[in-house]
Each structure stands twice: as structure tokens, then as C-alpha cells.
């Protein structure tokens, strides 16, 4: 699954937690992270961190690293599905930064569970 933050969600400080433990998450390499707008990214409050924390470094590296490899990328249809985290949710694929973080932290079958209630 492919993971994109709205603009909305990168300015409210009370978000950044969970946006954290989400890039944190897209390490490992079970989702990408779906970055349309790099510059906007590296320009938002969450990224520019005053001052830089451990995270912001962590997430600027993982940015980088996952802007560079979205350019090579073709087509893969084992990530085709986009979760959008934003502060307006629009479920089943559009979710508040908690509710996003949860559903990428589930195993499969429960995400199947929790999308056939949506």
C-alpha cells in the first residue's frame, strides 16, 4: 500500500507523533511512502523541526530515500491502493493520523475486517 500525507495534516503539531511512528513504519518496507509534492514536504513545520529532533532527521533521510525511490519505481501493483492520512477523514481509504497509523499496524486479515465495516 502506498502511503500520502495531505497538506493539512503536516501543519498541526498534535499530528506529527503519529506521522513519526508512520514514516518510522514505511522503513521496513511493507508500504511506500507516496510523496507528490517533495518540496512541500521538506518545507512543512513537521519536517523543518526547531530545533531538529532525532525524528525530523529520521524523517528528512527516509524522504529523501523514498523520493529517490519512487522516481525508479514503475509500475507495482502489489502497492496500488493509496491511504491518504489527513486531518478530515474520508474512510475506508482516507484517515486521521491515529487511524492510519492503527490500519498500517494491523495484520491483513484485520485491515480486510476492518474495511468490510467501512
Request: proline fraction near 8%; charged fraction near 20%; aromatic fraction near 8%.
Amino acid at each position: 500500500m502506498k502511503i500520502r500525507f495531505a497538506d493539512d495534516v503536516l501543519a498541526v503539531p498534535v499530528a506529527w507523533h503519529f506521522l513519526d511512528m508512520i514514516v518510522f513504519h514505511l522503513s521496513t518496507g511493507r508500504h511506500i511512502w507516496d510523496i507528490p509534492n517533495p518540496k512541500a514536504i521538506r518545507s512543512s513545520r513537521w519536517m523543518v523541526g526547531d530545533p531538529p529532533s532525532h525524528w525530523t532527521r529520521a524523517n528528512r533521510a527516509m524522504l529523501e530515500k523514498s523520493t529517490t525511490r519512487n522516481a525508479h519505481r514503475s509500475g507495482d501493483k502489489g502497492h496500488a491502493a493509496i491511504l491518504t492520512v489527513s486531518m478530515v477523514e474520508s474512510p475506508p481509504w482516507t484517515l486521521s493520523p491515529a487511524d492510519a497509523y492503527e490500519a498500517i499496524n494491523i495484520s491483513l486479515p484485520g485491515l480486510a475486517k476492518v474495511h468490510a465495516t467501512c
